[in-house]
Structures are given as structure tokens and as C-alpha cells.
């Protein structure tokens, strides 16, 4: 396992941490950027393994000149993952997530952390499904490698499971 793995692994366990216990005003507001920002993280390193096999063995020589030129890993990993820092900062800015106090059940007081904007949250979580589906097409492309080459068929199958996951 490379390191930049276990520093994705780690910040998305990290971000588990604070949907724990509690909330807080700090929790409120760590959780949800922290997830976003470490999950369009992993999505942009699984889209560089995707343009990578792409890259390999395109044989459209308009889509691999492209390729080939776009292709700069650590390039691409800063920009997806910088979109979403800017976005989860707008959100954080503007409309922050705070505790709210739920009085639905009789003699109990439930402190639950509302999200505070339900659009910049959508917009979060629509990013990173944009992410994956770029992802999912790059991969999708790619599918019908020999079978040394069949990581694009185990990307295309996560990503579908991803998306099966936010049907439901």
C-alpha cells in the first residue's frame, strides 16, 4: 500500500471520527468537509488510474494526443480535490452547519448538527458524483482490456456500486 493511499485511508477514517458522540460546533462543521474533501481525494485518484489505462491503450489518436497532453497526475488529484476544498470553504463561510436541538420525541432533547445550507451541501455531494461519474465513463471505456490489464473492469464495477449506493 503506498503512502498516498494510507493518507487518503487515513483522512476518510479520520472524518468518520466526528459523526461520533456528541456534536459540537466544530464537529458540525468538520464532518461533512473533511468527508467531502478526503472522498473527492480517493474519486480523483481512482479517475487518474482510469486515464491512465485509458492512456495505455486508446486507440483514437485525437483522444490519446488529448490524453497524453491533460495527463499530469498530481496536476489533476490538486485540482479535483482543490474544487472541493473551494466549495466546502464557500459552504463554511456562508451558510456553516450548527447544532440544532430536536424536541420530536416527549421529555428528550436530541442534539442533531443541521447541515445550514442544504443547497452548498447538494452541491458538495454533486461534486464528488461528477467526479465518479467522469470516473465511471473513463473506466467504462476501457473495459474491454486483455486480462492483464482488467483493473478498468474492477473501477467501472466500483463506481457502479457507487452510484447503485446513491439510488438508494
Known sequence: MSLR???IDFFIFLSTVFFIGEPTEFKCRTRQALFGISFALCISCILIKSLKILLAFSFDP?????LKCAYKPITIVFICTGIQ?????????????FVKQNFSIPRAIILECNEGSVVAFGIML???AALAFICFICAFKGRKLPENYNEAKFITFGMLIYFIAWIV
Open 126 to 128: 454533486g461534486y464528488i
Open 85 to 97: 476544498v473551494i466549495i466546502c470553504t464557500f459552504w463554511l463561510i456562508f451558510r456553516t452547519p
Open 62 to 66: 485525437k483522444l490519446q494526443n488529448f
Open 5 to 7: 493511499s494510507q493518507m
